[in-house]
DNA sequence: TATGAATGAGAGTTCATTCAT
DNA sequence: GATGAATGAACTCTCATTCAT
């Protein structure tokens, strides 16, 4: 059980650790560097994620969880805000995720249930038109996710082109 | 001069087999698949640019001035359309420019010049409302640009996602 | 602790394999005939010296120290000898050295000391003249280096040779 | 006829450019580096020399030859200081010779010829003690070829260096 | 289980040489 | 003869992945 602990902590780890490196360094970041900046040796990185494609997924999922269980108690606009600011931390990883064709289903398809229950409470709340879908909100999304990463992305530029989306949801 | 035209058209060939390459493959396409696929020997790619990532800047260059020329005599609706399409075509190569820093400065600053003209027209055929600047519009062409890879886009969904942001900045 | 010495043992192999290889053929010996000489793969050579020049270098250091050494206990003839049949053994590692700019400053300086003191040794054994200096010295070993690389070198032509330095010297 | 002189003029810029470039960039000075500093394109480089070894080859021997002459009428004094100018000059390409097993048996048979001749007034002269053969100065010329190209080669150092083998001659 | 050295296919790049113009 | 674009074998170096310890 102790080492069951040691596992699970490194786990974690890793995962923090790729993140940053990701962000850092793009999908370029090398293996080597994530174990380093995890503190541990490259063999325990594929001990736990078998493929560095796996390393990426497990990244995807878990920032996707994160944002469905926000989705569930925020406004519309209150997400928007969230996902950008979501983007800007996980940074390359998106664009990695578009290299590899990694299976992140799952967690898109949860994801996009609860932008979709989000969606109606948006539009029974007037802060979206009834005729919006899920689906062109989901690549707002993704498209907010990517404006995020202009390189002139400030608090100013945030405010103003999170406001033409959601204007034009309303 | 003669030479000079097969070299033209090698170097012609070689940016439409790059294209062709990255948007099927991303970034990773070998410079070797490159080099096939336009017909010439690895050798021949390297003298026309040097670099891979010259490669990768010159495609980005010719994407972004095509869409410069068509800023010029557009509407915004139209112009936001044209981007999503070069977006479906171009399709990896805007992602491999967040991997490495690759300076298409010039070319980026010529876009947004008539972009800017664009956004002048557009204020004054009520098309945009009249506090929009051109830094989000740019932020929203990007994201346009990364909604339109979406797996699920369809003619249907450019439609209704361009049509939010449209409203958006009416 | 026991891949310690698995590496170490690794490192001597390529070393040597090295020192054969650059003498055999020259600077331009390939990394993979060194890493096949050595029974290690590419890899495992670059994990080492993780530059070609990095093997040169170090070849070249290994070198220099062990005439430092022997430089200690030696008469001048002894030690120009020695130098002359070093050379002989590592053949285009030397002449590789004016190729690249190579970093053997260290080495270089430790050797000159060592020969410095050689000097003063044999000054006093009546076996060099009070007025020569160092770096003549130097140049000559230099000299002698090269001069045993003729294709005509024998033991005859190396006694003749280096009688005339060394008598030249008294 | 006009053609003639073109390819003779020719012939002799690529010659010099290649002696500079060698002298400059060492063996690694590529064939383009050496049309470029002659004013003509590859192709004509390699007209008139099949063969990047081809023109290492002519370099020496031209450089073999002038020395040969230089033999004809000096003292042993004048002829050792003259070839370590030469080697000044000549720098990296002697360095190349070791490199490829260039065929330059005539031009160093001549060379050793005249040497020889020169040996035999040095003699006459009491310039060199009557042992000496004609084999152990051929390699303390190539000698000294050498110790010409250490780093902090001055004037004075040229000085003591060869007055210890003309003192070691003697 | 963790470690980190070893592996080796593969990628980018160079350059002597060829050849169409 | 000269030109310089094209060729492609060869080389250095990288990095995901494996495996002995």
Redesign the pocket.
């Known amino acids: 059980m102790a080492?069951?602990a040691?596992?699970a902590r490194?786990r974690a780890a890793i995962l923090a650790a790729a993140s940053e490196a990701f962000a850092q360094h793009g999908p370029?970041?090398?293996?080597?560097?994530v174990?380093q900046q995890a503190?541990?040796?490259?063999?325990?990185?594929?001990?736990?994620f078998?493929?560095?494609?796996?390393l990426l997924i497990a990244i995807m999922k878990e920032s996707l969880e994160r944002l469905a269980t926000l989705a569930n108690d925020s406004t519309l606009a209150e997400f928007f805000g969230a996902v950008a600011d979501e983007a800007v931390r996980t940074r390359m990883v998106v664009t990695a995720l578009g290299d590899s064709r990694l299976d992140i289903g799952d967690a898109l398809r949860g994801l996009t249930d609860s932008v979709r229950q989000l969606l109606e409470r948006a539009k029974a709340a007037g802060e979206a038109r009834p005729t919006v879908q899920v689906d062109e909100v989901m690549a707002l999304l993704t498209a907010a996710t990517y404006a995020a990463q202009q390189s002139s992305w400030t608090s100013d530029l945030r405010h103003r082109t999170l406001a033409v989306i959601l204007r034009g949801l309303r």
């Open positions: 080492l069951r040691d596992a490194n370029k970041a090398t293996t080597e560097q174990a503190g541990v040796a490259v063999g325990t990185v594929f001990r736990h078998p493929t560095k494609d796996d």
